[in-house]
């Protein structure tokens, strides 16, 4: 498949951080042959563009109850109870 080169006012797929959608975007500088800042087509905001990846992401940290949790060692559930139905079926005499 043959990809046009970009161009100004050219239409691209991006990451909106406003609209927190992929959405079209309109081209509005390139610096070479790389697309740099791109307005989107939605909401009208200028952002860089992000080659439609999303925001920054932040490094995942455990929760406080999961470091809790794996601080303690497993502990042994006790069965529950089970109760015993009358074989008769009859109700009380």
Do not use: W
């Amino acid at each position: 498949m043959n990809e046009r080169p970009a161009r100004l006012g050219g239409t691209v797929e991006d990451y909106c951080s406003k609209c927190k959608l992929l959405l079209d975007h309109a081209i509005q500088a390139i610096a070479g042959e790389t697309i740099s800042t791109v307005v989107c087509k939605t909401c009208m905001t200028t952002h860089a563009y992000r080659q439609g990846r999303s925001g920054r992401k932040k490094p995942s940290k455990p929760s406080l109850f999961d470091q809790i949790l794996a601080k303690r060692p497993p502990t042994r559930v006790a069965a529950m109870p089970t109760t015993k139905k009358s074989s008769d079926g009859g109700e009380g005499e």
